[in-house]
């Protein structure tokens, strides 16, 4: 199973996307595992922003950008968000200063809201859910904003300040669209690799196991075998620095074929924050 399309800025360019003003690849800041670079966003009253446009309306798919705030910067004029949408009703997140100043937004049509979500200064998980072909879910960090079935496709998304307003510092990172099996945790997993003296030869050893996603029934079972990989971090062997082989990570393939009889695990039920006071 693979990515519709991911980037996570180390070929150091943004040949996969088009450019409004001149984000740039940074050092600044970074949030890939083993990594150096992102997309840095500058905003001096101009419009600075990256796009990605399909030739048709996409679903059974998320969308996952992780974005970086500085909740220290109010300015008025600071924002920065991420957009997935079928180019007709828009549907964004992020940061909007004047909405108010201490919370994440989103905006649905045009009327914003203002979540439950304070926030706070680092790496953010910014998720689209086009899962079911049926409606889009918004989550950050885990936590569910909204939950709407207009839009229910998407064939574009959108990072950066799309306002010639502004004077603020913004990064995004690792951005993918991919089937929900694919991307169950895997940020949090990878992130993991930083703490392993051989980080490079761990997360090729994960994305190797997560691409068997597409065989396993349940995603609750896979969360688990992956878990069971991820004990191998403090093995002795990881611990001493020797390199951890895909065959380390595939001792599991009989529990993940065991799994594959069992039947589909449900999803427990949503828990949906609803959208505070509605902006126009």
């Not at 049509?109 to 979540?115: A, C, K, Q």
């Not at 439950?116 to 950050?140: E, P, V």
């Not at 993918?176 to 703490?195: F, H, N, R």
């Amino acid at each position: 199973m693979t990515r519709l399309f991911e980037d996570d800025f180390e070929g150091c360019d943004l040949a996969k996307w088009t450019k409004d003003g001149t984000p740039t690849c940074s050092t600044d800041k970074n949030h890939t595992p083993g990594g150096s670079y992102s997309c840095k966003f500058l905003s001096t009253l101009a419009v600075q922003r990256i796009s990605k446009t399909f030739d048709s309306q996409q679903s059974g798919l998320v969308v996952v950008f992780w974005l970086y705030d500085d909740a220290t910067l109010t300015d008025p004029d600071k924002s920065c968000v991420v957009l997935a949408d079928d180019s007709t009703t828009t549907c964004f997140m992020g940061v909007s200063v004047d909405k108010p100043s201490s919370y994440y937004i989103y905006r649905i049509g045009s009327t914003y809201y203002v979540t439950g979500i304070a926030r706070s200064t680092g790496w953010h998980k910014m998720k689209f859910d086009y899962s079911d072909g049926l409606r889009c879910k918004g989550s950050i960090d885990g936590t569910q904003i909204f939950d709407v079935d207009d839009p229910d496709t998407f064939n574009r998304f959108i990072a950066g300040n799309s306002w010639a307003k502004g004077d603020a510092i913004d990064y995004v990172d690792d951005v993918y669209t991919a089937p929900e099996a694919l991307t169950q945790e895997v940020s949090d997993i990878l992130g993991m690799a930083d703490s392993v003296p051989t980080k490079a030869s761990f997360k090729q050893s994960v994305s190797e196991l997560l691409g068997m996603a597409d065989s396993v029934p349940g995603r609750a079972d896979f969360k688990q075998a992956v878990s069971e990989a991820i004990g191998l971090v403090d093995s002795a062997a990881c611990s001493r620095g020797v390199p951890i082989t895909i065959s380390d990570i595939l001792g599991l393939r009989d529990s993940i074929e065991r799994r594959k009889k069992v039947s589909k695990v449900p999803d427990l039920p949503d828990h949906t924050i609803e959208g505070g006071a509605a902006y126009e």
